[in-house]
């Protein structure tokens, strides 16, 4: 089954007395256990799709199905559901919470999730070892470098193990050589779970860890 599936897919802003089309038309299937790069210039609606293929957008036309559901037809609360058991998301801006250590950020994923309690502080803690953040795991975003983040963040999409992972512009804040560590800290991660992730990028030099990827240009996608 699928990880993903997207059927003529678009989305639709009124701007005054004009329509913008951020997604025409787009279709996408993602396996189950496959990293896909989404190559795009700015305003090409990059993250237009990945807010869809979470839920976090609604299409306004097409049809979304996410590990056989079919979100597209969600209300609001059964897709807050949806998002808090079946997807990850790692944001350009990271989010993580400012006053809570790096542990605390993994574990309120966890009691959003009505996780058992134990199971997510063990859950917590091996994603933590895994990232190489054990050392810094009760420390505060503030007291953590950018790569540092970036990996908790990681961390925190993974911690209520989805079947999709949605990362936005992991490396846009990072040099070349901390990007490097942090995709492939991403690729490792996400493929020892098997799991599915699209992974939003406009640096080329990046798109080597995923298994393929799709230009996107105009809200029109291309192989």
Known sequence: MPALEMDAVRKVYDVGEN?????????????????????????????????????LLTPSEGTVVVGGETISDLSGKELTRFRREQVGFVFQSVNLVPFLTARENLLVVAELGRKDAAGGKDRADQLLEELGLAERAGNMPNELSGGERQRVAIGRALMNEPSLVLIDEPTSALDTKLGEQVMELITNEVKSRSTAAIIVTHDTR???????????VDGTLSA
């Open 19 to 55: 329509e913008v089309v951020a997604l025409d038309h787009a279709s996408l299937t993602l396996g189950d256990d496959e990293i896909l790069a989404l190559v795009g210039p700015s305003g090409s609606g990059k993250t237009t799709l990945l807010s869809i293929a979470g839920g």
């Open 206 to 216: 990046m798109t080597h860890y995923a298994d393929r990827s799709v230009e996107i």
